[in-house]
């Protein structure tokens, strides 16, 4: 013997699939096109190129000043500029301890006439704040492992 389906679940299906079809993503998405396509336009001309985030590792972007320093153990690793918001960033891994590296910086932005101020964070952390002329950044010290250190140096943020 053959069920046919009540008129209430015939209806109820209906109002599921009008419900599933109300919820799709085509007018989300309508929408988050148009806001792109608007931001686009506002600021970039006709006919330009896309503004860039540049990915790389192994050397200091071209965005930091030639002499800033480096620890001569210094292995850089990943790099990022984003030309459209004026921003850098690389990180360093340095065979050395936390507060040797501290050091290290202070002593050397300081040579090289830079304005900085040290913090120590409660999660262990040192933040040392810099800046000269034009150019102005922090660097996250931070104890990777025994004599080994990481420090996320930043420009422009």
């Known amino acids: 013997m053959r069920h046919k389906p009540s008129?209430?679940?015939?209806?109820?299906v209906v109002v599921l699939v009008l419900v599933a079809a109300a919820c799709s993503g085509s007018v989300t998405a309508t929408t988050a096109t148009t806001a792109v396509a608007s931001a686009n336009?506002?600021?970039?001309?006709?006919g330009s190129?896309?503004?860039q985030i540049l990915f790389g590792s192994g050397e200091m972007p071209p965005t930091f000043p030639d002499d800033f320093p480096i620890p001569d153990s210094a292995k850089i690793g990943s790099t990022m500029v984003d030309d459209t918001n004026g921003r850098s960033e690389m990180i360093l891994r340095v065979?050395?301890?936390?507060d040797t590296l501290v050091v290290f910086y202070n002593q050397n932005l300081e040579q090289l006439g830079y304005a900085?101020?040290?913090e120590l964070r409660t999660d262990g952390q040192a933040?040392?704040?810099?800046?000269?002329?034009?150019v102005s950044?922090?660097?996250l010290v931070r104890e990777?492992?025994?004599d080994l250190s990481e420090a996320i140096v930043r420009i422009g943020f």
């Open 95 to 98: 065979a050395a301890a936390q």
């Open 49 to 51: 190129a896309a503004p």
């Open 116 to 118: 900085f101020s040290n």
């Open 137 to 139: 950044g922090t660097i």
């Open 7 to 12: 008129t209430a679940m015939r209806r109820l």
């Open 41 to 46: 336009s506002s600021t970039m001309a006709p």
């Open 144 to 146: 990777a492992a025994t």
């Open 127 to 134: 933040v040392v704040t810099f800046s000269r002329d034009d």
